[in-house]
């Protein structure tokens, strides 16, 4: 599986931002997708998760401001920021879960830049 991310950029405080993140490769093999981010000098940690039911899980620091969603006849999971903080600098990195091994794929992180 290949997942190709894209959609960082600089945003200030408030604003809106949204990632794509498009799988290639055996997809049906997919069982749960989502996003996670690193910021400078800390460990990379998990933002949200979509299964491939649609049932979805967020982090407590971006409930109710991030939305995962995914198109499946594109092959896409997208995360909408909305109210952006300085404190969701970070890279965004988007992973894959599949049923078959190896289970863990990720694509290349994208950068995301809130100013205040």
């Known amino acids: 599986v290949q997942l190709q991310a894209s959609g960082g950029g600089l945003v200030q405080a408030g604003g809106s931002l949204r990632l794509s993140c498009n799988a290639s490769?055996?997809?049906?093999?997919?069982?749960?997708m989502g996003w996670y981010r690193q910021a400078p000098g800390k460990q990379r940690e998990v933002v949200a998760l979509i299964h491939n039911g649609g049932r979805s899980t967020y982090a407590d620091a971006v409930q109710g401001r991030f939305t995962i969603s995914k198109d499946n006849d594109k092959n896409t999971v997208y995360l909408q920021m909305d109210t952006l903080k300085p404190e969701d600098t970070a890279v965004y990195f988007c992973?894959?879960?599949?049923?078959?091994?190896?289970?863990?794929?990720w694509g290349k992180g994208t950068q995301v830049t809130v100013s205040s």
């Open positions: 490769g055996s997809t049906s093999s997919i069982q749960l």
């Open positions: 992973n894959a879960w599949l049923i078959t091994i190896p289970h863990d794929y």
